[in-house]
Antibody, heavy 118, light 106 residues
């Protein structure tokens, strides 16, 4: 079964750090561009960051640029999101999502909740 | 980056047709996707490349895209179709999501 499983969310104080992980199974992870998408409580979807299949190319939304770092370990079928200098507005469910060859996000994880609060 | 505009809400009676619009500058020149999200669940891709359905998505879901508007159409809407729907497109290698439409079936 094709699956993505996120972990690493939790409660963190403003200015703190968290590292999210997303473990893939059921497909050749190293062949796909992977993404982080977040959703603040009661709000819509926001694309945060993609990473190329090799890990050599990344991109960040302006809202997280300079604070978040996306990476991947293809030997472990795992996607990461290092989040530093967290702010209250980063509070959201963070999803990892696979981009398929038709440029659609066809597989989504169950999400992991990040709450930034003192 | 460009924006995609959706109506915040839409109500439809069971068995009727629901049409959810997504507007953006020259959206018809790009491919549009649609995602369904039920409460407490992850988004699910229901339409890609304007009008293609992934495996497992019912035939009552269809899409179109022309000019500045993409449309998701649900024919014979069922109670199980009640959900939030998001359009998405690519703009200069970046992803843009619409604000979402809450579809109520009543």
């Amino acid at each position: 079964e094709v699956q993505l499983l996120e972990s690493g969310g939790g409660l963190v104080q403003p200015g703190g750090s968290l590292r999210l992980s997303c473990v893939a199974s059921g497909f050749t992870f190293s062949s796909y561009v992977m993404n982080w998408v977040r959703q603040a409580p009661g709000k819509g979807l926001e694309w945060v960051s993609p990473i190329s299949s090799s890990g050599g190319t990344t991109y960040y939304a302006d809202s997280v640029k300079g604070r978040f770092t996306i990476s991947r370990d293809n030997s472990k079928n795992t996607l990461y999101l290092q989040m530093n200098s967290l702010r209250a507005e980063d509070t959201a469910v963070y999803y990892c999502a696979r981009k398929n060859t038709e440029n659609a996000f066809d597989i989504w994880g169950q999400g992991t909740m990040v709450t930034v609060s003192s | 980056s460009s924006e995609l505009t959706q109506p915040p809400s839409l109500s439809v009676s069971p068995g009727q047709t629901a049409s959810i619009t997504c507007s953006g500058d020259r959206l018809g020149d790009k491919y549009a996707c649609w995602y369904q999200q039920k409460p407490g669940q992850s988004p699910v891709l229901v339409i890609y490349q304007d009008n293609k359905r992934p495996s497992g998505i019912p035939e009552r879901f269809s899409g179109s895209n022309s000019g500045n508007t993409a449309t998701l159409t649900i024919s014979g809407t069922q109670a199980m179709d009640e959900a939030d729907y998001y359009c998405q497109a690519w703009d200069s290698s970046t992803v843009v999501f619409g604000g979402g439409t809450k579809l109520t079936v009543l």
